[in-house]
Every structure is written in structure tokens, then in C-alpha cells.
């Protein structure tokens, strides 16, 4: 069955540093990824997600992920990291029409 | 821009009472879902939906059932409310293909004493 493992549990940044969170996958083809974040009291917001094609991609609040299959990895990245960036990161995939949710990574951000 | 609605937000419960918890899109998405969230453990599927008057079981169903009798609802039940269903339920909807993101509403936050 198609698996999601996201390695932190929690990750602190100070404002202003850079910012990788990991995911894993487990599946044999091509997967479609995706990474979302969900702020205190609210429901899970789409940051970016990656189906085929770069490797790289771009999502909404300077967030990117890097798609690397020789890792089955989709880490996601920020270049400089603001205060408002401090909610809970969670990986997915897609296993027929369902979701395969990771455990999620809380991102605490110190001014 | 309504999205996915959740009512209710918040809800207390004692052990044995029942309760139905009510999803609404306004997207006319064909797939919904009910997940339950928990601490370190991310979201687990409960039950879905690939269209009207269709469910399915999901990940962790036992307790629950669930009724998709209009299209841009779905109605997750508690028959018999016991502590170890409190936790965070989540809707969310779809197109249904797998390459479609969910779109998620708020949660309902359920104890249950």
C-alpha cells in the first residue's frame, strides 16, 4: 500500500533562514505529490503540487519541492522564511482516488 | 466563496449519544471524503464518495456511517459516540481524479466524555 513518511516530527527556524521539510513515498510509478499546510484552528490549504513534466515546482507563498525519484523524495523549500510561515506541513500522494496523507511536520518560526 | 462548509465547528458529546456531522460543497465536486485527525498521525480516511448515492469505506470506518443523498452533501454519523472518536474531522472534495487536490473545509472539533 502507498505510504507517506514525513522524518520531523517538529522543525525550528529562525525568520529570515531558509527552510527544507522532507517526504518520502512509497510507490513503483510515477506518483502524483503534494504538499499542504494547515494553520492553527483551519483546515488544509494547497501549497503546490507535482504530477509530471520539471521536476521543480512552484507554489504559493515562495514555497517550491523538488521531485526526485531516485529518492522517492518530494521535499519542500523556502529560500527565507517569514513568521506567518509557522503551521503544520503535510505530504501527500494519490493511491487510486484516494489520499495518502503523511504524519506532518509542525514548523515553529522564532523572530 | 464558500468552498467546503462544516457545521458543526465545535461539539461536545457523551459516551453513547449520537450526532451527525454535516459537510456542503458548493463546487459540484463528484468525490467527498471524511477524515479524522489526530495527533501524530496526520489524516486518516474514515469514508468517501465518488458521486450521489454512492459511499465507501475508507481507513478507519468502524463507528461511523456515512450518507451521500445530494450531491454537494455528505453526512458523517456517530451512532454511538465513544471517547475514543473524539478528535478533528475533516471534509474535503474533489473532481475525483487522482491528479485533482482536495479542497478541505475547516473541521468540526468533536469530544466525547
Known amino acids: 500500500a502507498q505510504s507517506v513518511t514525513q522524518p520531523d516530527i517538529h522543525i525550528t527556524v529562525s525568520e529570515g533562514a531558509s527552510l527544507e521539510l522532507r517526504c518520502n513515498y512509497s510507490y513503483g510509478a510515477t506518483p502524483y505529490l503534494f504538499w499542504y499546510v494547515q494553520s492553527p484552528g483551519q483546515g488544509l490549504q494547497l501549497l503546490l503540487k507535482y504530477f509530471s513534466g520539471d521536476t521543480l515546482v512552484q507554489g504559493i507563498k515562495g514555497f517550491e519541492a523538488e521531485f526526485k525519484r531516485s529518492q522517492s523524495s518530494f521535499n519542500l523549500r523556502k529560500p527565507s522564511v517569514h513568521w506567518s510561515d509557522a503551521a503544520e506541513y503535510f505530504c501527500?500522494?494519490?493511491?487510486?482516488?484516494?489520499?495518502?496523507f503523511g504524519p506532518g511536520t509542525r514548523l515553529s518560526v522564532l523572530p | 466563496n464558500a468552498g467546503v462548509t462544516q457545521t458543526p465547528k465545535f461539539r461536545v458529546l457523551k459516551t453513547g449519544q449520537s450526532m451527525t456531522l454535516l459537510c456542503a460543497q458548493d463546487m459540484n465536486h463528484e468525490y467527498m471524503y471524511w477524515y479524522r485527525q489526530d495527533p501524530g498521525m496526520g489524516l486518516r480516511l474514515i469514508h468517501y464518495?465518488?458521486?450521489?448515492?454512492?459511499?465507501a469505506k475508507g481507513e478507519v470506518p468502524d463507528g461511523y456511517n456515512v450518507s451521500r443523498l445530494k450531491k454537494q452533501n455528505f453526512l458523517l454519523g456517530l451512532e454511538s459516540a465513544a471517547p475514543s472518536q473524539t478528535s478533528v474531522y475533516f471534509c474535503?472534495?474533489?473532481?475525483?481524479?487522482?491528479?485533482?487536490?482536495?479542497?478541505f473545509g475547516d473541521g468540526t472539533r468533536l469530544s466525547i466524555l
Open positions: 474535503a472534495s474533489n473532481q475525483g481524479s487522482s491528479n485533482q487536490p482536495q479542497h
Open positions: 501527500a500522494t494519490t493511491y487510486g482516488q484516494n489520499f495518502v
Open positions: 464518495s465518488v458521486g450521489e448515492g454512492t459511499t
